[in-house]
């Protein structure tokens, strides 16, 4: 306590270092990373992704990315990464933690070669398969290895069917199906939005039934799945 007198109710205590896990901590450590990346570093955020930061050091034009307090730096070479993560390490606190050629970050894979980067999202769709037993999922053969059949049948019926608007019926909906037709969908659009954009259809039309899914619903959105992890290897080249 800051104070040698006992505590009295309305009292405040000022708080003299920012922990994780204090409500207010995320706002300020983006603050403060930031003004550190723009005034220290002479960086400037893009418009579009506050997260994503662009700048000349050294004479060599660099992008660096901030994910709360993971960074990745885009730089013609290693030394001229290194030198900047230790300008940087010069205005924190906590020492950096110096790691080599990244080939996972946020989420997202990726692949570096002489000539081209590919980016995909293999770990994450092996935790998705996983966590629901599908790890030895296949696309039905028959139907080709895409998101969306194009059969005008079954697209009318995903378009006719409705599904049970009773809570209790759509939860005994899901025990059946063995899985959360807005948690499956949710899945499915952080896939398409990071390096999937082959899904966008499939995603955008299943979306339409989420308040009440049927079974051919939940049949299709698996159906995804089978495509995806037949596919666990495509991404943005």
Known sequence: ????????????????????GHPEAPRLWSKHIHNIL?????????KHEPC???????????FLIRQVDDFSISAPTTSIANAFYHDLDDYLIEPLKMQDVINYFSGVNLIQ????????CRMYLDRVLERHGWT???????????????????MRELE???????????????KEMGFSYR?????????????????????TKLSQYANQPAQCHFTT???????????KDEGLT
């Open 183 to 203: 948690t499956a969908i949710g899945k499915l659009i952080y896939a398409m939005v990071t390096c999937r954009p082959d899904i966008s259809f499939a995603v």
């Open 113 to 120: 070669m002489r000539n081209c980067i590919t980016v995909n």
């Open 52 to 62: 994503l930061y662009k700048g000349v050091y050294r004479g060599h034009k660099i």
């Open 160 to 174: 006719e069917t409705t599904g049970p608007t009773n809570p209790i019926d759509k939860r005994k909906m899901e």
């Open 1 to 20: 306590c800051l104070k040698k007198e006992p505590m009295k109710n309305g009292d405040v205590v000022p708080i003299l270092k920012n922990t994780q």
């Open 221 to 231: 959105v698996k159906n995804v799945f089978r495509y995806l992890a037949a596919t």
């Open 38 to 46: 723009t005034t220290k570093m002479n960086l400037k955020a893009t």
């Open 136 to 154: 030895n999922i296949s696309p039905n053969s028959n139907k080709g290895i895409v998101p969306l059949t194009s059969d005008s049948k079954i």
